[in-house]
């Protein structure tokens, strides 16, 4: 985690004190330092041009064809190239890159097909209403997140270290628990989301 180039070039040019500190430790790595954002940019930049690319060619067969096509020759360029330049989130790598990148133009291909072509819209309401207020949500989440980190409920125990620790991992211990603390995390948000869009409040750039 130390030792990457992304973490020294960041200590270099913008200093320790400058960087992401994860749980307070005495060193840097910041998962969103400046090499892994040059890599985060190629990743909006292919999801820009599958959108026209998907928008001049219409929703059929041909355009689903190629999606899927060229998304697992990335999916199969990112398991080769991660022989040689490990696949990290944390770190974006250029590997991880192909691995999202084609991973996201096959399920698009699919939704496209299914939703589109098949007219499969049973439970597509859902993830709309994080699309149609996907800043909002965001932003939410993350002062949510901030909130609850914030607020001690017992001495050096955050309310959100606490709920998950004397709700959730009491329910469900382990893992699974961290999991569906998350999910109700993530549909609290939705629900805020779900709000907005009945009273029609959209928040948009």
């Not at 999606?67 to 360029?77: E, F, Y």
């Not at 469900?172 to 709000?195: D, E, I």
């Amino acid at each position: 985690m130390l030792g990457n180039a992304g973490t020294k070039l960041d200590i270099l040019i913008l200093g320790d004190a400058h960087l992401y500190h994860d749980h307070g430790g005495p060193i840097a790595f910041d998962p969103e330092g400046l090499l892994s954002t040059i890599t985060g940019i190629v990743n909006v930049i292919a999801g820009y041009l599958a959108g026209v690319y998907i928008q001049r060619k219409g929703k059929n067969f041909e355009c689903i064809a190629k999606l899927l096509m060229m998304g697992a020759l990335l999916i199969g360029l990112a398991l080769f190239w991660g022989q040689f330049f490990p696949i990290a989130k944390k770190l974006w790598t250029s590997s991880f890159v192909l691995l999202t990148i084609g991973l996201d133009l096959v399920i698009l291909g699919i939704l496209i097909y299914a939703i589109e072509l098949k007219n499969i819209k049973w439970g597509t309401n859902f993830f709309l209403i994080f699309g149609r207020n996907s800043l909002a949500i965001y932003l939410l989440s993350e002062l949510l997140l901030v909130i609850f980190q914030l607020v001690q409920v017992q001495h050096g125990l955050s309310f959100y270290n606490w709920i998950n620790k004397v709700f959730y991992q009491v329910i469900f211990p382990g893992a699974f628990g961290t999991l569906v603390f998350a999910v109700s995390f993530m549909l609290l948000c939705w629900f805020v989301g779900y709000l907005m869009d009945k009273r029609k409040i959209y928040i948009k750039i």
